[in-house]
């Protein structure tokens, strides 16, 4: 039987009366009541709100909107990023209190520095000359390393000084005197070439 309130538009679709639309919102209101989520929201509200209010209040933006960006979701967020905010500054502003420091390390390690010369010293002695020992070319290697070696304790801001004497030319023997001095350091040794 063809409802007699509904109508055609000029585009030949349905368009509903005003009692079929009253029909069909009642529906609406009956379905809504019916879910969990509309009973949630009618224990908080007043006996006395109508349906229909409930319904926009279901529906539009009243204070039981459930989604994403609700109002506890969204002080969480706000608290966690001002949280992490926080944590992220004291930590940077501590950091340099508790981090480790190997600078001092490396400065300290003027005994190395001496042993590392010495050795040095010794190994040129060794490997400059053949047989029979030319003491010319020895001595020259050994004012080249010297030469060398001071220059750069300088620019580790060492005073590096140094001096050999001939024992003997044809046993390679040499006897060395090195001083190595800084601004909280003095070592001494005079030694002597196998």
């Known amino acids: 039987m063809p409802n007699?309130?509904?109508k055609e538009?000029?585009?030949?679709?349905?368009?509903?009366?005003?009692?079929?639309?009253?029909?069909?919102?009642?529906?609406?209101?009956?379905e809504i009541?019916?879910?969990?989520a509309f009973r949630g929201l009618g224990e908080r509200s007043s006996p006395k709100t109508s349906k229909k209010l409930r319904f926009f209040e279901h529906e539009g933006r009243g204070?039981?909107?459930?989604?994403?960006?609700?109002?506890?979701?969204?002080?969480?967020?706000?608290?966690?990023?001002?949280?992490?905010t926080v944590f992220v500054s004291i930590a940077g502003l501590l950091r340099d209190y508790f981090a480790a420091d190997f600078v001092p390390v490396a400065i300290i390690n003027e005994d190395f520095y001496f042993e590392n010369?010495?050795?040095?010293?010794?190994?040129?002695?060794?490997?400059?000359?053949?047989?029979?020992?030319?003491?010319?070319e020895l001595e020259k290697n050994l004012t080249e390393y010297i030469y060398f070696s001071t220059k750069n304790m300088a620019k580790l801001g060492?005073?590096?000084?140094?001096?050999?004497?001939?024992?003997s030319c044809a046993?390679?023997?040499?006897?060395?005197?090195?001083?190595?001095?800084s601004s909280r350091f003095r070592r001494s040794?005079?030694?002597t070439t196998p």
Do not use: H
């Open 171 to 181: 046993s390679k023997a040499y006897r060395i005197t090195l001083n190595l001095t």
């Open 4 to 6: 007699k309130g509904n």
């Open 117 to 136: 010369i010495k050795d040095g010293l010794n190994a040129t002695v060794i490997m400059s000359s053949v047989n029979p020992p030319a003491c010319a």
């Open 158 to 167: 060492f005073l590096e000084e140094a001096s050999f004497t001939r024992l």
């Open 189 to 191: 040794e005079t030694f």
């Open 63 to 84: 204070r039981e909107t459930a989604g994403f960006f609700s109002r506890k979701g969204q002080w969480f967020l706000i608290s966690a990023v001002v949280a992490t």
């Open 33 to 36: 009541s019916k879910s969990k």
């Open 9 to 30: 538009n000029f585009f030949g679709k349905k368009v509903l009366s005003k009692n079929n639309m009253e029909n069909l919102q009642r529906a609406k209101l009956f």
